[in-house]
C-alpha cells in the first residue's frame, strides 16, 4: 500500500466549477500537511499547508482528518489557470522529510 | 534569491556513462533533497541533508548512485554506470528547518539515458 494515495484523475471540469480532491494517508505518525501543485514540466510548488481546523486562502479550502487518516482539497469557481498536477504531501516529523502522492491532475476547460 | 539552482537542465548519455547532477540551495537553508520523478513512481525522495551532512538515504536505489554535499552552497548526485531506467526528472529541494516546512524545488535535471 502506497503512504499517500489519491485519484490520479484527470479530473475535466468547466470553467467557474466546484472541484474537490481527496488524498488519505497510511502513516499515523505524520504531523503535518501540504497541498503541492506542479504544473506540466514544472517543479512542485507549495500550494498551501492543512491545517487540523482546516484552513481556506480565496477559492481554496483544505480539511484534514486525522480521524480517518484523510486530506482533502476544494477548488471553488474554477480558472483555466488551475490547470495543474495536485500533489497531497505528508510529513512525518520525526523523519523530517515530505513524502508526496502521485498526484491529482486538473484540467479546466472553457 | 535566485531561488534553488540546478544544473545541467537536461543531460542525454549513453548507459555506462557517469552523470553528476548539481544543485545550489538556497542561501541559508540547512535542509538539502534530491528528488526524483517519473511516471510509473511518482516523485521519490531519495537522500536529504541537514547541515551539509547526509541523514537519510534509504531512497537511493542501488550502489550506482550517490551523493555528496562538500559545503552549504553546493550538492551532487552522481550516477556511475547510468542505466536506461535512470532516465526520470531530477529535482533539488531545499528547506529551513526539513520537511516539516516548504520546500523549495529547483527547475530539475530532466535525464536521458539510451
Known amino acids: 500500500r502506497k503512504e499517500v494515495e489519491q485519484d490520479p484523475g484527470p479530473f475535466n471540469v468547466p470553467e467557474g466549477a466546484t472541484v474537490a480532491f481527496n488524498c488519505t494517508y497510511s502513516n499515523s505518525a505524520s504531523q503535518s500537511f501540504f497541498w503541492y501543485r506542479q504544473d506540466c514540466r514544472k517543479e512542485p510548488k507549495l500550494l498551501m499547508s492543512?491545517?487540523?481546523s482546516g484552513n481556506e486562502d480565496g477559492r481554496f479550502t483544505a480539511q484534514l482528518n486525522r480521524a480517518s487518516q484523510y486530506i482533502s482539497l476544494l477548488i471553488r469557481d474554477s480558472k483555466l489557470s488551475d490547470s495543474a498536477t495536485y500533489l497531497c504531501?505528508?510529513?512525518?516529523?520525526?523523519?523530517?522529510?515530505?513524502?508526496f502522492g502521485s498526484g491529482t491532475r486538473l484540467q479546466v476547460q472553457p | 534569491d535566485a531561488g534553488v539552482i540546478q544544473s545541467p537542465r537536461h543531460e542525454v548519455t549513453e548507459m555506462g556513462q557517469e552523470v553528476t547532477l548539481r544543485c545550489k540551495p538556497i542561501s541559508g537553508h540547512d535542509y538539502l533533497f534530491w528528488y526524483r520523478q517519473t511516471m510509473m513512481r511518482g516523485l521519490e525522495l531519495l537522500i536529504y541533508f541537514n547541515n551539509n551532512v547526509p541523514i537519510d538515504d534509504s531512497g537511493m536505489p542501488e550502489d550506482r548512485f550517490s551523493a555528496k554535499m562538500p559545503n552549504a552552497s553546493f550538492s551532487t548526485l552522481k550516477i556511475q554506470p547510468s542505466e536506461p531506467r535512470d532516465s526520470a526528472v531530477y529535482f533539488c529541494?531545499?528547506?529551513?528547518?526539513?520537511?516539516?516546512?516548504?520546500?523549495?524545488f529547483g527547475p530539475g535535471t530532466r535525464l536521458t539515458v539510451t
Open positions: 529541494a531545499s528547506s529551513l528547518g526539513g520537511g516539516v516546512y516548504e520546500q523549495y
Open positions: 492543512v491545517y487540523s
Open positions: 504531501v505528508v510529513a512525518d516529523t520525526g523523519r523530517r522529510a515530505l513524502t
